[in-house]
């Protein structure tokens, strides 16, 4: 079945900088690959997403790419701002094929 | 829409007894989904349904069991709860395996 690896655990940057999570998958056949943010106490909530037919996705300060030869993703923040602290999870599935599979998830903490 | 609702959202167990976490969701979604996340974890699939009458099996099954009859409800069974059951239980639903609407969660914690 599908697994999903993802790097780092946890991330400290200073608020302005860059951030960027890694994740790894092993079904080939995955072609959906989301991410969500979880903040303290709360339900995650879907980013953004992106399917297997984009290489990137853009979304004002969120960036999504995937190399499906490699089968990996990666979330890209630029500019973070203390309101993005959180822990963020990658996932994959197949479009339509139910089985979401999450990453472990990478704790952010951007520090003003 | 209230969109997905789970009960409880707290509940203390003692160990060998059972309950059942209830979800429903007034989204019209096909899919639906389980999740269990343990402190400081990430979420683990217990089981999902890609429509009534339609379960399957995810990560993490062993002590669960769940029930799909309507596309509304998808109701989540523990059997004899054990310690390693205490978690933060997920529901979720989703128009078509797309973008995943999460319930608030609900704490379980056997003793």
């Known amino acids: 079945g599908e697994n999903v690896e993802q790097h780092p655990s946890t991330l400290s940057v200073q608020e302005g900088d860059s951030a960027v999570i890694k994740c790894t998958y092993s079904?080939?056949?995955?072609?959906?690959f989301p991410w969500y943010k979880q903040e303290l106490g709360k339900r995650p909530q879907l980013i953004i997403d992106i399917r297997s037919n984009v290489g990137e996705k853009k979304d004002q300060r969120i960036a999504v790419t995937l190399n499906k030869t490699a089968k990996h993703f990666s979330l890209h923040i630029t500019e973070t701002q203390p309101e993005d602290s959180a822990v963020y999870f990658c996932?994959?599935?197949?479009?339509?094929?139910?089985?979401?599979?999450f990453g472990q998830g990478t704790e952010l903490s951007v520090k003003p | 829409n209230a969109g997905v609702t789970q009960t409880p959202k707290f509940r203390i167990l003692k160990i060998g007894q059972s309950m059942t976490l209830q979800c429903t969701q007034d989204m019209n979604h096909n899919y639906m989904y389980w999740y269990r996340q343990d402190p400081g974890m990430g979420l683990k699939l217990i089981y999902y349904?890609?429509?009534?009458?339609?379960?399957d099996k995810g990560e993490v099954p062993n002590g669960y069991n769940v029930s799909r009859s309507t596309t509304e409800d998808f109701p989540l069974r523990l059997e004899l709860a054990a310690p390693s059951q205490t978690s933060v239980y997920f529901c979720a639903s989703s128009p078509s395996g797309g973008e995943l609407f999460f319930g608030e969660g609900s704490r379980l914690t056997v003793l």
């Open positions: 079904d080939s056949a995955s072609n959906y």
């Open positions: 996932a994959a599935s197949k479009v339509k094929g139910g089985k979401l599979i």
């Open positions: 349904s890609v429509g009534a009458g339609i379960t």
